[in-house]
């Protein structure tokens, strides 16, 4: 097996630098596994999301991929993996398996969580559907998302503070609406959009898990 590191703290989280890094890493080294490397709690899980969507776009999802955050983030709650030491020898030493890639039609990918919010602070208006069955129509302050480590893929529920639980699985998440934000890992974006949509690639990933 040939294993290759691709450290956060070398490359940033540019996504140009992110995809030229990768990509000389498939043509130079040919790796059948990638350890990706995050640095630290705020970006860590925004760099591993970035690194799959590259192998996505390239087609190349045969490569294994062993995460190795420094913390605990969301990505390796929703994956029940390590952090630190012990992840970093999981990582180069267990064993992969085919674990559902979550993406949206901005081929994003989302390996943490993501949320549906109104723009300029206001609240959400539109409708969410998971699969076929509707979470919401009107205004709500949010619909956050988070993929799963096993079928259908996600899940996503309504923002409501105080008030665990309320979560609706499915293959994929649309939202439609007037004034649309959409937050990946953390990071908000200000284009304001009619319609979001995350939902399971017909390519799994190849994930190192315990």
Excluded at 135 to 161: C, N, S
Aim: hydrophobic fraction near 45%.
């Amino acid at each position: 097996m040939s294993i290759v590191r691709i450290a956060e703290a070398e490359v940033g989280n540019q996504k140009q630098a992110v995809r030229a890094a990768v990509t000389g890493l498939l043509a130079d080294e040919q790796p059948s596994r990638l350890v990706v490397v995050g640095a630290g709690a705020a970006g860590a899980d925004v760099f591993l999301a970035q690194v799959l969507a590259v192998l996505m776009l390239t087609e190349r999802l045969d490569v294994e991929v062993g995460y190795v955050a420094p913390v605990a983030t969301r990505a390796t709650r929703v994956h029940g993996l390590p952090h630190g030491q012990e992840a970093a020898e999981l990582a180069e030493q267990g064993r992969a398996r085919a674990v559902p890639l979550i993406r949206d039609d901005a081929a994003t990918v989302l390996v943490g969580r993501a949320r549906h919010l109104g723009g300029d602070g206001a609240k959400l208006h539109g409708e969410t559907y998971v699969d076929n069955a509707r979470l919401f129509t009107g205004e709500v302050r949010g619909v956050e998302i988070e993929p799963l480590a096993h079928a259908p893929g996600l899940r996503a529920r309504l923002i409501r503070p105080l008030r665990p639980g309320g979560w609706h699985e499915g293959r994929a998440a649309q939202t439609g609406g007037t004034n649309i934000v959409v937050e990946r890992e953390g990071v908000l974006t200000t284009r304001t959009l009619k319609r979001s949509t995350f939902y399971r690639h017909h390519v799994d990933m190849n994930l190192v898990c315990p």
